[in-house]
């Protein structure tokens, strides 16, 4: 019997490869394989995105004008930073119409849940090589993926997303084997402030399940999280454009962050802001060669952390402006409908995303696509009282 061909089964093929190709790229299994024949398969994958937009969508033809011409300013940035994360999730982005957000969560929870797993025991056999860092003394390690922290966002961006599919049924239980993996993740990892934002979302989705429920305090607490998907990026911007070493509660703020807000400071001197992005060199520490540069060189480290820096150091302002508007686009819509999960989920990526990069990595980040796929928003609806 003949399978129908539809736009819906072309992008979830192709969200399977990218997510399989990308969370391979992000471990040690690198040590057989070439980096850019890997991308030329995502690159494929693209393509076949694109195909879809033109073939499957039906948009009018000023419509294809408006998302091409945003995939064009993707693939400007791509060419000028050497990063290829947001050209794929713009992609992404702009051909979900008419795919089901459920699906695609679900493929992503079981597709990225076994490529862990998997992971996870080549590395213990001996397989791939299981990176270990130091902290203090404190043993760090990655299992399998290129940095510990890594591994942690993996396992935030993951439990975003099983609360998400789960949302309706999620109970105390739930909630209590969520903290047992958040301690085991941080005993492996010692990554602290993943793991203060795993405890950091419980609290919200409490929130957000009151607000549905239609508590009115719940409700109004929620109300203002699309609000603060602007207003947390702008002020960490400011800590960054101000920070002084000099200044005690700024150096202790930047302890506190790991020293995010001094490197933050550094990108800003020495690279600057551009319209349409640039190539930063970046020195960090995943994967082997980040390993021994951490045990021989450790001063030579720069990495800018924070996905928002990135977005105005290596992206370009123009491109920076059209995710947060597409965050703050999502996380409206979810509120005007009352129905609260979304908009607070969107909060801790954006939380999450002022220390960590992964906003724009297909393979931690899938709730960008939320913008225009089908079935996103979940939960009872809790204004009633209105």
């Avoid at 072309?10 to 969370?23: D, E, G, K, P, R």
């Avoid at 903290?179 to 919200?204: C, E, H, P, Q, W």
Wanted: net charge positive.
């Amino acid at each position: 019997m003949n399978t129908e061909i539809t736009g819906e089964s072309l992008y979830m093929f192709a969200f399977v490869v990218v997510l399989f190709v990308s969370f391979i790229i992000n471990t040690t299994f690198m040590s057989y394989l070439v980096v850019k024949y890997l991308n030329y398969i995502a690159y494929l994958m693209v393509g076949l995105l694109l195909i879809k937009i033109v073939t499957f969508d039906h948009y009018q033809w000023w419509q294809l004008l408006i998302l091409f011409g945003i995939f064009g300013l993707a693939v400007i940035s791509w060419r000028k930073s050497k990063i290829t994360s947001l050209m794929i999730m713009t992609a992404f982005v702009i051909a979900a119409r008419n795919v089901d957000f459920d699906k695609i969560i679900h493929t992503y929870l079981w597709v990225n849940g076994i490529l862990l797993s998997m992971t996870f025991l080549y590395s213990v056999i001996g397989v791939i090589t299981n990176l270990t860092y130091y902290r203090s003394r404190i043993p760090r390690l990655a299992l399998g993926i290129d940095y510990p922290t890594d591994l942690a966002a993996y396992v935030l961006y993951w439990i975003f997303a099983w609360c998400f599919y789960h949302y309706e049924d999620l109970t105390f239980r739930d909630y209590f084997v969520i903290v047992i993996v958040d301690l085991l993740m941080f005993l492996v990892t010692n990554a602290r402030l993943d793991g203060l934002m795993i405890l950091l979302f419980i609290i919200t989705i409490l929130l957000a399940k009151r607000a549905d429920s239609g508590k009115k305090i719940s409700i109004n607490i929620c109300k203002t999280f699309w609000f603060l998907n602007i207003v947390l990026p702008y002020v960490y911007f400011l800590f960054n454009y101000f920070y002084s070493g000099d200044n005690g509660i700024m150096r202790r703020i930047n302890g506190l962050l790991s020293g995010r807000l001094e490197l933050g400071r550094r990108g800003l001197n020495t690279y600057g802001l551009t319209v349409f992005g640039q190539h930063i060199a970046e020195r960090g520490w995943g994967g082997s060669s980040g390993l021994k540069m951490a045990k021989k060189q450790p001063w030579r480290y720069f990495f800018i952390d924070s996905s928002y820096m990135r977005l105005l150091l290596i992206y370009g302002l123009l491109i920076g402006a059209l995710v947060v508007v597409v965050i703050i686009a999502i996380s409206i819509r979810s509120t005007l409908k009352h129905e609260y999960l979304l908009t607070a989920i969107m909060l801790m990526i954006t939380i999450s995303s002022l220390i960590d990069q992964h906003l724009l990595e297909i393979t931690f980040n899938p709730f960008l696509i939320a913008l225009l796929a089908n079935n996103v928003n979940y939960g009872v609806k809790g204004d009633n009282y209105e």
